[in-house]
């Protein structure tokens, strides 16, 4: 039973917001930002979340840090808030915490859709791919951007490595594999043709370091060891989705979630970062507390004119 009421005209303004564009994993007819099966913890110092966040797990929780905002719905069985917390709509049966930082609070009442099995559908269970242990490094450096060089067909390959400031395009319509990838400072590994993404699957960890860039990828980890997927501080996912079932998501301060890209783990654990579900290279203003990423970048290079005008936040 709802027990907070939201006006009409918030609530319709809130439904609209949450299911933007079409990026996101949708079940349910309800899009998310944030799915994880076990819990999900948001730490102290200011996430904002511009999407509906879900722990998907009937004995499933969710830790609200201090000066966290949540534009969007919260789904877990258990909801903790701290401080200063802003929550549009907790779906939860156990509240802890100040509940009238939610704008509105229901039971805990997921799609049935979104729980049926893990990920969600059309998110698929990765498996390991033995080929990797027996295939190649690759291995890249900022000497190869803009060239053959750094162009990389659809194959399996062991360990991926970005060396710092690297532009890696993936160029084959196939999927990928490996062992490992590290992408080091200022790197990006994008795809070839902008808005087409490209399947990556990682049997153990992905790691960046800090300001790297994913674009137009999903990641599927088979890896079930620790934090199978951890951004450096000031990481960018771009139209990049990270299905992570068996292990913890990391996202380092600073990471900024882009054009409705999204990560689904067994758990998260979040540090401040920022989500945003707008189509920027077609925007001409960015939307309030965010700037484009290069003002004033933008020649023929698609690619580099798509990246350019992308919606980071002040």
């Not at 069985?77 to 704008?103: K, P, W, Y």
């Not at 997921?110 to 559908?121: E, R, S």
């Not at 190649?136 to 162009?151: I, P, R, Y």
């Not at 087409?196 to 990682?202: A, E, I, Q």
Request: glycine share 8%; net charge negative.
């Amino acid at each position: 039973m709802k027990r907070k009421l939201l006006t009409l005209s918030l609530g319709l303004v809130v439904s609209l917001l949450l299911v933007a564009t079409a990026q996101a994993t949708s079940c349910g007819g309800v899009e998310f930002t944030l799915v994880a099966q076990q819990n999900v913890g948001f730490e102290n110092g200011g996430s904002v979340i511009n999407g509906n966040v879900l722990v998907t797990s009937a004995t499933g929780s969710a830790f609200v840090g201090n000066f966290t905002t949540i534009n969007g719905a919260l789904y877990a069985a258990t909801i903790t808030l701290g401080n200063n917390v802003t929550v549009a709509e907790c779906h939860a049966n156990t509240i802890n915490g100040d509940a009238s930082q939610c704008d509105a609070i229901f039971p805990f009442d997921p799609p049935v859709a979104c729980t049926g099995t893990f990920p969600p559908a059309p998110l698929v269970t990765p498996v390991a791919n033995p080929c990797v242990n027996t295939a190649l490094n690759k291995t890249f450096s900022a000497a190869g951007n803009n060239s053959a060089t750094n162009d990389l067909p659809s194959g399996c390959y062991k360990d991926l490595r970005l060396n710092a400031g690297a532009v890696v395009r993936l160029t084959g319509p196939n999927p990928y594999f490996f062992r490992h990838v590290r992408q080091l400072s200022g790197s990006e590994l994008k795809s070839d043709v902008p808005l087409t993404r490209r399947t990556v699957n990682v049997n153990g960890l992905y790691v960046t370091e800090a300001n790297a860039r994913l674009t137009d990828l999903l990641v599927n980890s088979a890896n079930s060891i620790g934090s199978v997927f951890v951004t450096g501080n000031n990481t960018v996912l771009t139209r990049t989705t990270i299905n992570a079932p068996f292990g913890n998501i990391h996202p380092h301060t600073g990471t900024d979630l882009l054009e409705c890209s999204e990560l689904v783990g067994q758990t998260l654990t979040i540090e401040p970062i920022f989500t945003l579900c707008e189509q920027s290279p077609l925007i001409c203003v960015c939307p309030a507390n965010t700037h484009f990423a290069f003002p004033g970048i933008c020649d023929t290079n698609v690619m580099t004119c798509a990246e350019a005008r992308e919606c980071v936040r002040d």
